[in-house]
């Protein structure tokens, strides 16, 4: 509810889609709205390079500045994977040593083979 209220705050519109039909849904429901909106672009959060690789230029530098390169293990929650992949990806080319852990919701566990489920 905090989000919302944050976004309305901002001035957004907000479109809250049927929850049974989990991220899917909303991604359709996303690209219906830029489809019928002249001059819209989607961003694609899952299928954009630039995801993970925003976070390898500015997410991974600055925890390994802000520890002095004193980074054992990223631990991580996943979404889209772009804070993960590109984070550790910068980590361990720091340090090769360095574990990278994802972290998923059991109802969700999509990258343990299960299917995506509300979270």
């Not at 590109?86 to 343990?112: D, H, M, R």
Request: negative net charge; glycine residues 12%.
């Amino acid at each position: 509810m905090e989000r919302r209220v944050l976004l309305m705050a901002f001035g957004c519109d907000l479109v809250l889609t049927d929850p049974a039909k989990g991220m899917k849904g909303a991604v359709e429901k996303a690209k219906e709205i830029t489809a019928a909106t002249p001059g819209a672009y989607m961003l694609q959060q899952f299928e954009n390079p630039a995801n993970p690789d925003v976070h390898r230029k500015t997410t991974g530098p600055e925890i390994w500045s802000d520890t002095a390169g004193q980074v054992d293990f990223l631990v991580a929650g996943v979404g889209t994977g772009g804070t993960v992949t590109g984070t550790g990806e910068y980590l361990k080319a720091q340090n090769p040593a360095v574990k990278v852990i994802a972290v998923e919701p059991a109802e969700s566990a999509v990258l343990s083979g299960g299917k995506p489920g509300p979270h």
